[in-house]
């Protein structure tokens, strides 16, 4: 390993249930994701040095830092959109960039609807693009509306929805895609305050009812510790792994009972701390 990304490695967390700092060995093949002294650099400037952790199928990681800090870099390469420069990374059993991009699914911060498709033709791109005809994709679509909120708004254009709703279809058409792993990059980001508190609980009771292994990228770490199962906090460039936190507090309730806990209010404070 290059010894300007080796000299900065992360030090060793306590692993959490979901997630953990060692796991099995790099050649065994994991459902789920691991990460093994993952280094990126551009030119002169490394992003990312020594990032390891492990997530468990079908379980949520948030990952939190500081602007600059490689969080959408390492989702990036978890992603297959690149390749890091060191470590090795597997995702559901997948090494390749092209076989993890074939894994994996991403919703941008900005919802990307085409403007001349309904809000019932945005998601179904995926299933089209695999062959299937726009009818029985828009068939096998629709039940969705009615679970996320969208019914009778199935056939209203992008620019006649809320910015709420659109976030909804664009996580639909993520979800449409078919893919066990979805990566969140600050979804809800481009969202006024009100209208994002009321996304984040719907979106934990979405991810409730429809089991994918998650990694969300935010700046906000209550977002990140309401939504995730275990958080990773990350340190200012180059970017590592600095806390694991195990969010353990009751998850019953309204999002106001839940972030007012004594428990979630001691977890955001200890993500603070760790980001400085």
Same mark, same amino acid.
């Given at each position: 390993?290059?010894?300007?990304?080796?000299?900065?490695?992360?030090?060793?967390?306590?692993?959490?249930?979901?997630?953990?700092?060692?796991?099995?060995?790099?050649?065994?093949?994991?459902?789920?994701?691991?990460?093994?002294?993952?280094?990126?650099?551009?030119?002169?400037?490394?992003?990312?040095?020594?990032?390891? #952790?492990?997530?468990?199928?079908?379980?949520?990681?948030?990952?939190?830092?500081?602007?600059?800090?490689?969080?959408?870099?390492?989702?990036?390469?978890?992603?297959?959109?690149?390749?890091?420069?060191?470590?090795?990374?597997?995702?559901?059993?997948?090494?390749?960039?092209?076989?993890?991009?074939?894994?994996?699914?991403?919703?941008?911060?900005?919802?990307?609807?085409?403007?001349?498709?309904?809000?019932?033709?945005?998601?179904?791109?995926?299933?089209?693009?695999?062959?299937?005809?726009?009818?029985?994709?828009?068939?096998?679509?629709?039940?969705? #509306?009615?679970? #996320?909120?969208?019914?009778?708004?199935?056939?209203?254009?992008?620019?006649?929805?809320?910015?709420?709703?659109?976030?909804?279809?664009?996580?639909?058409?993520?979800?449409?895609?078919?893919?066990?792993?979805?990566?969140?990059?600050?979804?809800?980001?481009?969202?006024?305050?009100?209208?994002?508190?009321?996304?984040?609980?719907?979106?934990?009771?979405?991810?409730?009812?429809?089991?994918?292994?998650?990694?969300?990228?935010?700046?906000?770490?209550?977002?990140?510790?309401?939504?995730?199962?275990?958080?990773?906090?990350?340190?200012?460039?180059?970017?590592?792994?600095?806390?694991?936190?195990?969010?353990? #507090?009751?998850?019953?309730?309204?999002?106001?009972?839940?972030?007012?806990?004594?428990?979630?209010?001691?977890?955001?404070?200890?993500?603070?701390?760790?980001?400085?």
């Amino acid at each position: 390993m290059p010894a300007e990304l080796s000299s900065e490695r992360a030090p060793q967390a306590r692993p959490a249930p979901s997630v953990s700092a060692a796991g099995p060995s790099a050649a065994e093949p994991t459902r789920g994701i691991r990460l093994v002294g993952i280094g990126k650099r551009f030119g002169n400037v490394v992003a990312l040095n020594g990032i390891d #952790f492990e997530i468990q199928r079908h379980s949520r990681i948030g990952i939190v830092g500081p602007s600059g800090g490689g969080k959408s870099t390492l989702l990036h390469i978890v992603a297959g959109l690149m390749e890091p420069d060191v470590g090795q990374i597997d995702v559901e059993g997948s090494t390749k960039a092209k076989d993890r991009l074939a894994r994996c699914a991403m919703m941008p911060q900005r919802d990307l609807l085409l403007p001349w498709r309904t809000a019932l033709d945005n998601p179904i791109i995926a299933l089209e693009n695999r062959g299937m005809p726009r009818p029985a994709a828009r068939a096998q679509t629709r039940p969705y #509306f009615e679970r #996320f909120g969208l019914a009778k708004f199935e056939n209203v254009r992008p620019a006649q929805l809320s910015g709420g709703m659109r976030q909804r279809v664009s996580f639909l058409r993520t979800l449409m895609a078919e893919k066990d792993v979805l990566l969140l990059d600050e979804p809800f980001g481009a969202l006024d305050s009100i209208t994002r508190s009321q996304m984040q609980e719907w979106l934990l009771r979405a991810l409730g009812e429809v089991p994918r292994t998650v990694l969300l990228v935010t700046h906000d770490v209550e977002e990140a510790l309401l939504l995730s199962k275990t958080v990773a906090v990350m340190s200012p460039r180059p970017g590592r792994v600095v806390r694991m936190l195990e969010t353990n #507090f009751p998850t019953t309730g309204s999002r106001r009972e839940i972030v007012t806990s004594r428990e979630f209010v001691d977890l955001k404070e200890q993500a603070l701390e760790a980001i400085g």
